[in-house]
Structure formats: C-alpha cells, structure tokens
C-alpha cells in the first residue's frame, strides 16, 4: 500500500467561516501548503454537527415524532441531554430517504471548490473533503425507545449513505475527493455514558465500517475522525487513555475493505500534555501506511502545550501529523479567524 496522505496538517472538517467561499479562501492561504485536502467548513445550520441531521433529516420525516423539544430557554440545545428527542411512530418497521441534506451541501460547496481551484486561489494537487457522521451519531436523537428504534433508522440512514455515496462519485472525480467517516456518539456509546442506548455498542461501530467504506471507490481518499465530542465543551467525556482509539483505529483499518489513508484520533485535555499513560496505547498502532493525525493542537495553551503533548506522544508513536482535537467552527477567536492563524503558527512551531 502506497501512502497517499502525506501532508503535517488535517483539517477536520468545521472552520470559523461565515461562508463556503470565505472557508476555502481562507484554508487555502493559510494551509494550502500544509493539507492533502479542504473542508468546505461546514458553515451556516451544519455549524452544530448532527444538529443538522437531526433537523434537515429526522425531523421532516412522516414517520418520526417527536416525544421531547429541547428545555433550553433559547431554543437551542445546550448539551447532549437537551436535545429533542424522536422516536419512531408506532408500527413503522423501515425508514426511507430519499437524499442527505449534507451531500445536497456538499455538491454545490465543490462547485465553489472547482471555480476557485481553476481560478488558482486553492492549489492543483488539493482534494475536496466531504466529512459524513457516522449512523449512531447522525441518529443520536432517537433516544425515546432507542433498542426498538436504532435499528430501524440506522438501517435507513445506511441506505441512504450508500446511495448518497454513489452521488458523490457521480459528481466529484474520484481523484479530487476525500471522505472522512466522523465518529463522536460510537466512541462515547463504547465508552458506556450514554444512558439512552442499548446493548451493542461495539456492533454499531464494526458493522458500519464493515459494509459501508468497502462501497467508495479505491480512488478516493478515505479517513475516520475519531473523537469525544465538542458538545458543550471539550471533551465531552474525558478519557483515561487512547486505549479505545487505537482499537477502534485498527479494526478500521482491518476491516474496511479497501485502503484507509487517515486516522484522526482526538487528544487529550492540557492537563495530560506529559502523561505517558495517556498515550501509551498508541505503540499498538498496526497502520502500515495510513497517516496518523492526533488531535493536539488545543486553543487553551498554544504553542508550548501542542510541543509538550508531541514530545510525550512521540515515546510511543514515530511518525503522525497533527490537526485539532476536533473541528473548530465554534472557536473564532477574537476576530472569527485567530484560531486558524494559530493552527498555522502551530504547525510552523513543530517544523522548527
């Protein structure tokens, strides 16, 4: 297996952004060097994640209701449990959908991706990343009866990923694609926080990766964003070590059915910037070729955090890349870009 994502930076997916245009402009000046790939930056009403999904995509079902609004005096969530919550109308045995909103978003996103490439704003060799939630994150908000009901949506959102996948490659070139499996809830459901799931939390995760990465074309790149989510804050469970990371990383890559190219496996908070038992785990990496990207670059401690948290990785890995702990569209900074500016002074700090 060649390697055929090289580069010292990943972009995870949101960026501070008001816009599409001004997210690949931007991307494009500061990392154009640094990245194999640009988000479109998840802007507007895809800002909240699976908030997306669960409004453009569950809601307008016929056959969803819903059994809980969110308790926020504002309207919207403030945390996982403060989200609606669905549940599936009595005697419904399938779920259809006909297309994904997020893939509706990212076709004319790579429009705009084409005209400013051809344009020469963003370099020739960059691909377009397109980051797709994995089912029981995009289905997080069946938490009304989720044992009777997850399987039910999960295999409808599974038909519709893969014929959306089938969308995708119609109209984006293998060759100018990269898609990203982005995993959250499948990490904190193993981890055993999530009151509102079931038995089967590891099943929700292998299965997926089993049938679904096996159904995009060999040319387009392929990573997982493994993460414990941003939603208050980071993280949203903290974990003692990476040990379920690296598990989850190399089933993947056992099981795909095809090349993986990256794995972005979220870091920890500051305080374990030199704990060696945090990132012990990595040394059971088996990843051949495929790019690791650890998630350390924090916004709470800059430059010298980022150097301490490389140096105690690098014990036990050689060889990664580095990105941020998760998408960063939510922290601006003071003037809605000091965070990518950082992102770049970052990786600029680590080459000297």
Same mark, same amino acid.
């Given at each position: 297996m060649t390697r055929r994502a090289t580069s010292e930076l990943l972009l995870v997916g949101s960026l501070p952004?008001?816009?599409t245009e001004t997210a690949l402009r931007r991307s494009a000046e500061l990392f154009g060097d640094l990245v194999f790939a640009l988000p479109d930056g998840e802007t507007g009403p895809r800002g909240g994640w699976v908030g997306f999904e669960r409004e453009r995509l569950i809601r307008p079902h016929p056959d969803v209701e819903t059994v809980r609004e969110t308790e926020s005096p504002t309207g919207v969530p403030r945390?996982?449990?403060d989200t609606p919550v669905f549940r599936i109308r009595d005697g419904v045995k399938e779920l259809h959908w006909d297309t994904s909103p997020r893939v509706d978003a990212a076709l004319a996103s790579y429009q705009e991706f084409r005209s400013l490439r051809d344009g020469g704003v963003i370099p020739a060799h960059l691909r377009f990343q397109v980051g797709l939630p994995y089912p029981a994150s995009a289905l997080q908000a069946f938490q009304g009866d989720f044992a009777a009901d997850y399987p039910i949506a999960e295999r409808g959102y599974a038909n519709l990923v893969a014929r959306e996948i089938q969308r995708l490659t119609t109209h984006i070139p293998a060759t100018d694609l990269a898609i990203q499996w982005d995993l959250a809830y499948e990490v904190l459901d193993m981890e055993g926080v999530l009151a509102w799931t079931a038995p089967g939390a590891w099943e929700?995760? &292998?299965? %997926?990766?089993?049938?679904l990465t096996r159904l995009i074309p060999e040319d387009v790149l392929v990573g997982y964003h493994l993460c414990y989510g &941003?939603? %208050?804050?980071?993280?949203?469970?903290?974990?003692r070590d990476m040990s379920l990371l690296v598990q989850m990383a190399n089933y993947a890559l056992a099981h795909s059915g095809r090349q993986v190219d990256w794995l972005h496996l979220a870091g920890p908070r500051y305080l374990r910037s030199e704990d060696d038992s945090f990132f012990r785990p990595l040394s059971d990496l088996d990843v051949g070729d495929t790019r690791i990207y650890l998630g350390i670059v924090l916004p709470?401690?800059?430059i010298p955090g980022l150097k301490r948290r490389h140096a105690t990785a690098s014990r036990h890995l050689a060889d990664f890349g580095v990105a941020m702990y998760c998408g960063f569209g939510r922290q601006p900074g003071q003037d809605g870009e000091q965070t990518m500016r950082e992102h770049r002074q970052a990786v600029a700090a680590l080459r000297g």
């Open positions: 952004a008001e816009s945390h996982a449990y929700r995760f &292998t299965g %997926p990766v089993e049938r &941003t939603f %208050p804050e980071w993280p949203m469970y903290e974990a709470v401690d800059g």
